[in-house]
């Protein structure tokens, strides 16, 4: 069974820089995508990184040049890296992975249960 672990949120002051990490176990055949979403209270999940089978990042104009997205080798783990933030960057951050968990299953979205980021003064 895939799971997905999320780490590292907290209170951090404006300006100041978070790591969040995202541990993966179980084994999956195959990985489209490795993905960070955030949630804020009343409002939609939305994506603020992505990474593709390739490599391929995309962040959003609210988190572009702020917010890196680090997978390491094995697959195995996935970081986001958060500078400079702000305020508005307040939410639950979400770890997401699609994929398949073998040849003949389906292609899925996995979740982790989210880290709470309060960027505050």
């Known amino acids: 069974q895939v799971q997905l672990v999320e780490s590292g949120g907290g209170l951090v002051e404006p300006g100041g820089s978070l790591t969040l990490s995202c541990a993966v176990s179980?084994?999956?055949?195959?990985?489209?995508?490795m993905n960070w979403y955030r949630q804020e209270p009343g409002k939609q999940r939305e994506p603020v990184a992505t990474?593709?089978?390739?490599?391929?990042?995309f962040f959003p104009d609210s988190v572009k040049g702020r917010f890196a997205i680090v997978r390491d080798d094995e697959y195995d783990r996935v970081y986001l890296l958060m500078n400079s933030l702000k305020p508005e960057d307040t939410a639950v951050y979400y770890c997401n992975v699609v994929g398949q968990r073998d040849l003949w299953s389906y292609v899925m979205n996995y979740w982790g249960k989210g880290t709470l980021v309060t960027v505050s003064s």
């Open positions: 990474m593709d089978s390739r490599s391929n990042q």
């Open positions: 179980g084994t999956m055949y195959s990985i489209d995508s």
